[in-house]
T-cell receptor, first 113, second 113 residues
Framework: AQSVTQPDIHITVSEGASLELRCNYS??????LFWYVQSPGQGLQLLLK??????LVQGIKGFEAEFKRSQSSFNLRKPSVHWSDAAEYFC???????????FGTGTRLTIIP | ETGVTQSPTHLIKTRGQQVTLRCSSQ?????VSWYQQALGQGPQFIFQ???????GRGNFPPRFSGLQFPNYSSELNVNALELDDSALYLC????????????FGPGTRLTVL
């Protein structure tokens, strides 16, 4: 069975500081990995995805993530956060031929001035 | 290009009632997935529809049922509502060739009293 762990429930970062959100997954086959962002009361917006190839993927809003197979991780990073980045971030895993996405419990990001 | 839309935005029901939620998929997508997101949790996969047939189901009881129509829009029906059914219900559409990349609608907030 596939699973995703986001060990940080809540992270607070100063505006302009760097950010790293952690994600660990468990899946027997080659995973497809995603990061989504959710603002309060809203749906999910796809930030970036990894299917294969280059393990460093670039997404929207200046985010990037690195797939590390040996660590079963797919951490999200941003070099300098903006106040508008405050939201809930979800990591998800899927796979070819597997219809569902499995999500982590999310990390809530707070930005302080 | 029209994104995923859902209706209604909010809904209040009482325990034991039945509810129908609706979703229109993004243009060009023929697959629709439904997720339940309880407060403070990540989305949980309910089921997926592909070409009007159920194509996978998560760990939800039979009182959760769905339909997909020839235009690929979809309905989620929940019978005999329970208090724990209170959640944000998210619809996502995808194309089978898109490595399970799913695009989410804004959700329907269901409150069961």
């Amino acid at each position: 069975a596939q699973s995703v762990t986001q060990p940080d429930i809540h992270i607070t970062v100063s505006e302009g500081a760097s950010l790293e959100l952690r994600c660990n997954y468990s899946y027997g086959a080659t995973p497809y990995l995603f990061w989504y962002v959710q603002s309060p009361g809203q749906g999910l917006q796809l930030l970036l995805k990894y299917f294969s190839g280059d393990t460093l993927v670039q997404g929207i809003k200046g985010f990037e993530a690195e797939f590390k197979r040996s660590q079963s991780s797919f951490n999200l990073r941003k070099p300098s956060v903006h106040w508008s980045d405050a939201a809930e971030y979800f990591c998800a895993v899927g796979a070819y031929g597997n219809e569902k996405l499995t999500f982590g419990t999310g990390t809530r990001l707070t930005i302080i001035p | 290009e029209t994104g995923v839309t859902q209706s209604p935005t909010h809904l209040i029901k009482t325990r034991g009632q039945q509810v129908t939620l609706r979703c229109s998929s993004q243009s060009g997508h023929n697959t629709v997935s439904w997720y339940q997101q309880a407060l403070g949790q990540g989305p949980q996969f309910i089921f997926q529809y592909y070409r009007e047939e159920e194509n996978g189901r998560g760990n939800f009881p039979p009182r959760f049922s769905g339909l997909q129509f020839p235009n690929y829009s979809s309905e989620l029906n929940v019978n005999a509502l329970e208090l724990d059914d209170s959640a944000l219900y998210l619809c996502a559409s995808s194309s089978p060739s898109a490595y399970n990349e799913q695009f989410f609608g804004p959700g329907t907030r269901l409150t069961v009293l």
